[in-house]
């Protein structure tokens, strides 16, 4: 079984809104939650994530489909459970449920 692809997104990109919506599906927004993490802590990501967000959907014209508690939920689960030093691939398995299903709490 082959393992599944990083979705092709950067920080830049998001921010940006320079994104694709067909493409933007749920483990993309999962793994853009991740970077922010990765890369700036749990109470910046948030804020950037979630302005970020905020900017693609009015961009788009899908700002029924933006939801600011589940935004925050997620990036606080992905912060949680995220180690320092661990590639996406290791934090997409170890965490599939924030994927694939319901997030199960810790």
Not at 4 to 12: T, V, Y
């Amino acid at each position: 079984m082959s393992m599944p692809k990083e979705p092709n997104i950067s920080l830049e990109q998001f921010e940006r809104g320079d994104v694709d919506p067909a493409l933007f599906d749920h483990e993309a927004h999962v793994y853009v939650g991740w970077l922010y993490v990765s890369r700036y802590g749990r109470k910046q990501a948030i804020a950037r994530f979630d302005a970020a967000l905020k900017r693609l959907v009015q961009k788009i014209g899908a700002e029924s489909k933006y939801n600011a508690m589940i935004t925050w939920l997620f990036l606080v689960l992905i912060a949680d459970r995220a180690r320092s030093g661990e590639d996406w691939a290791a934090f997409r398995s170890r965490n599939i449920d924030l994927i694939e299903d319901r997030p199960k709490a810790a």
